[in-house]
């Protein structure tokens, strides 16, 4: 019984020991680190956009294939879509908490899901329904407040 509950209370400190640790990281507002990502729409158009706090931020946007796992775990991650774009961002702050706004309503983006935010590198992975509604990737702003936005029809 006593060991039962050394068990329990070992428990009860680690999970709020890594809790404390987690909220411990700050939105990210540093300079060249990606302060958001969103998700919308607007006309015949469905866009994903990352505010980045760089004049040149460095990224790669190309083709990726199941299975997606994040970075350093075993664990499948499911994300929705029939195809999918990978977009990588390199020399990036990595150790804050990127915002999200993906509640648009949209019928070719079906997911944007982060897999790996490790040592200057962020990826995401979006997932879409048909294979000809991408459009391209650009990037918009002036300064440090750029956007870097893919582009899908609808």
Known sequence: MK???F???AACVMLFVFSNLTFAQEKCAEENSIKRVSKSRSGNFE???FDVGSEAPEY???NAKRPFQRYA???ILRIKGNYFKSI???GVYWTCVIGQNLKA???QIMDVKNIEQFEGQVEYIIGYRARSKYVG???TGTGSNRHVVLKFKR
């Open 3 to 5: 060991n039962k509950f």
């Open 7 to 9: 068990f329990i209370l």
């Open 47 to 49: 866009y994903v956009t």
């Open 60 to 62: 790669a946007v190309t």
């Open 73 to 75: 775990e075993e664990k």
């Open 88 to 90: 990588v961002f390199r």
């Open 105 to 107: 309503a949209t019928t």
């Open 137 to 139: 990737v650009s990037m």
